[in-house]
């Protein structure tokens, strides 16, 4: 491994919580020649070692050899790093990556949500920066991914307060790793642009989630088939309503119309997939509801906004989760 932080085709990546959206991106790169083990669950892995991981892709099917492990130790020997763990196991799983990682390793961290990064970035002195994800994706099974549309990536410097990043991951350097970042993705077939903007993104998709995740999952239906309900419209004006507010008093600023008729493109480009809280719902598992409608409805009490719209959905969310939670394990 170089002793100065670069990224290329000859680098080694490692996906940490490879569900769907790693499993999309590792399998990209592998599929085209780079080097990428896997951090996943043991049935996926087992899955994987066997027979690769199937991808079902829009334009392509294909089973993709690359490596798979369950051990976080792998990151030990990456270049790169794709975290794409859950939001609620984001600080433990900086802890754990910390005494871990190589000083010279890059974080690009692929979760829903805005304070990922910067939680990362408090706790990591290597060079961290977040991505927008833009892409629909499910796991079908065992070592099986389903791509149900987009794919592109918006990646770029974020500065937080109290961050450990040290210089190579700031200025003309951050600049440098994140063109060479987003090289390697554009070399596997995948869109990535570096924005100077990239907080306002994070925001956008923050909004999107917002709005259309909470709604998806209670309703466990597909984004086309949920705005034919006249009803949920209302119920999503209200929410976008609201989000707006906060986003402006924490210094984003959306344009309306331009907001709406973003939404509208969402609803015919995805009409088929249903949010990924939808599908942590439909399986039991636990959601990125307090990264999500619950962030927001804390962000609006600071501000002294009112939220009741994304405060409910927050609260009807959480009972979904308890009403299919183990009496036996923590909440």
Known sequence: MSQVSSISRSSRVVVVGAGAVGCFYGGMLARHGIDVTLIARPEHVQAITTHGLYMNCQTFQAHVP??????????AQAD???????????EATGQALRPLLSPHTVVLNLQNGVDNAPTLQRLL?????????YVATAMEGPGQLKHNGRGELVIGEMHTPGALTAPEGQGPNAQRLLTEVAALFASAGVPCDVSPQVKDALWFKFLI???VNAVSAIGQIEYGRMVQVPEVRTLLGQ???EFLAVAEA????????DVDEKFEGLYRSMAGQRSSTAQDIA???RTEIDHLNGLLTRLGVA???????HQALYGLIKLLEYRQHDPAEPL
Do not use: Q, W, Y
Request: proline share 11%; charged share 15%.
């Open 283 to 285: 399986r039991g598992k």
């Open 80 to 90: 790169l790093v794709l975290l794409c763990v859950k939001s609620p196991d984001t």
């Open 303 to 309: 501000h002294g906004i009112p939220t009741p719209t």
């Open 239 to 241: 929410l976008t309503t």
């Open 209 to 211: 989630n917002c709005v």
């Open 250 to 257: 924490e210094g984003v600023h959306f344009d309306r119309t």
């Open 125 to 133: 002195p290597n060079p961290v920066f977040p991505a927008v994800v």
């Open 66 to 75: 690359m490596h798979a492990t369950t051990e976080l130790s792998a990151v």
